[in-house]
């Protein structure tokens, strides 16, 4: 038995590989439902009364296992949107470019006001610049927050009194889908359930009409799937989590683990900080 085999074998029984990735992308492709970019379907006028899955991607760091996931999805016939942030390690042309060609969607993972600390006034501008920075190279019609747990900022607030049309933009990804027609699943935080710890409220967590409904696992959004009953599902994956082999499966499970009790402890922190707050006052 060689090392690629026993690797395969080990991976096979567990969650967030490519493999099961694969199964995912399967499941979506043989199913009632069509698969669009978010750039597509906010393009349509009046979408069609069809069912839609919207595969959306945010790649944070390691984009070269983006092109895994993309790879795998172009093999089932599915358009996905991937979010790349402008930093280095992440934002690299060579590999964005490879996703583009396989016709995906390239969308600008913004995280301005962080990195502005909060001037709104000042992420506006960076924003612009930025943006400005992907459109050399790419068509950006959506874009999408980024949101770090680290910070209270949430960098969806440069929108406040502002469109995105004076940008040349469709929309963006957390405030342009109407959550009343679309359920969200997100790996964030390696888990698909919407644990208050792992999801955070103004950083990735969202509220859908569709919040009943709760996969434990990525073969129970298999399952969501094949059962199509769900008016249109978007779809959130970080392909960094989304291992091939060992070795990157267990790094990033450890990863996670490290984030997880990260926010658990933020939360704790913030919890806290809220009380003593309230104390003084
Ligand atoms: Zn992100």
């Known amino acids: 038995m060689n090392t690629k085999s026993v690797s395969r074998n080990t991976l096979g029984s567990l969650d967030f590989t490519l493999g099961k990735y694969e199964n995912l992308c399967r499941a979506v492709a043989d199913s009632s439902y069509m698969t669009v970019t978010l750039a597509d379907y906010l393009a349509m006028r009046k979408p069609a009364n069809g069912k839609y899955i919207i595969m959306r991607h945010d790649v944070d760091r390691m984009p070269e296992r983006a092109v895994g996931t993309a790879e795998v999805e172009r093999r089932h016939g599915i358009k996905a949107t991937y979010y790349f ?12 470019d490879r996703i583009g060609a396989m016709k995906h969607e390239i969308g600008y993972h913004y995280e301005t006001l962080d990195k502005s600390r909060g001037d709104r006034e000042a992420a506006r501008a960076l924003f612009v610049r930025e943006l400005a920075g992907f459109r050399r190279r790419y068509d950006v019609k959506t874009v999408c927050a980024h949101g770090n747990p680290l910070t209270r900022n949430d ?7 502002s469109q995105f049309s004076e ?7 957390f405030l342009s889908l109407d959550f009343r027609q679309f359920a969200y699943f997100s790996d964030s935080g390696r888990t698909w359930l919407k644990t208050d710890s792992q999801k955070m409220p103004g950083k990735d967590s969202v509220s859908t009409a569709f919040d009943y409904i709760v996969p434990k696992s990525t073969d129970d959004v298999i399952r969501i799937i094949r059962w199509g009953s769900l008016p249109n599902i978007c779809i959130l994956t970080h392909p960094e989590r989304w291992s091939a082999d060992i070795a990157g499966y267990v790094s990033r499970y450890l990863l996670d683990l490290a984030f997880a009790w990260g926010k658990v402890a933020i939360h704790a922190y913030r919890r806290m900080s809220n009380n003593e707050i309230a104390v003084r006052n």
């Open 155 to 161: 960098n969806k607030d440069i929108w406040k009194g």
């Open 167 to 173: 940008l040349g933009l469709l929309g963006e990804a």
């Open 85 to 96: 942030r402008q930093q280095k390690g992440t934002y690299i042309p060579e590999i964005m």
